[in-house]
Nanobody, 114 residues
């Protein structure tokens, strides 16, 4: 059985930082492409960043502020979010994907507010 679980969300002031974690079990983690997506109220879910092996890709809106990484030994992916902005407020979801297999976590709320 596959489990994908996010953690690390919370309330932060503009300009602050948060680190999200995503742990995945039940899959050969190292060969999966892992990604962070987010969905703000009234908006579609969008890609934030993804990582396959050492190849990373970022949305323009987070480039230079967010860093995605993974630790295959721990079956865990991370998203370091710096210089957070009001517009980063959303539910952040972890996705594990390989060919037609795809798994989502339940999401973690990130709220940027003063």
């Amino acid at each position: 059985q596959v489990h994908v679980v996010e953690s690390g969300g919370g309330l932060v002031q503009p300009g602050g930082s948060l680190r999200l974690s995503c742990s995945a079990s039940g899959i050969p983690f190292s060969i999966y492409s892992m990604g962070w997506y987010r969905q703000a109220p009234g908006k579609q879910r969008e890609l934030v960043a993804n990582i396959y092996r050492n190849i990373t890709n970022y949305a323009d809106s987070v480039t230079g502020r967010f860093t995605i990484s993974r630790d295959n030994a721990k079956n865990t992916m991370y998203l370091q979010m710096n210089r957070l902005q009001f517009e980063d407020t959303a539910v952040y979801y972890c996705n594990a994907r390989r060919y037609t297999d795809g798994y989502w976590g339940q999401g973690t709320q990130v709220t940027v507010s003063s």
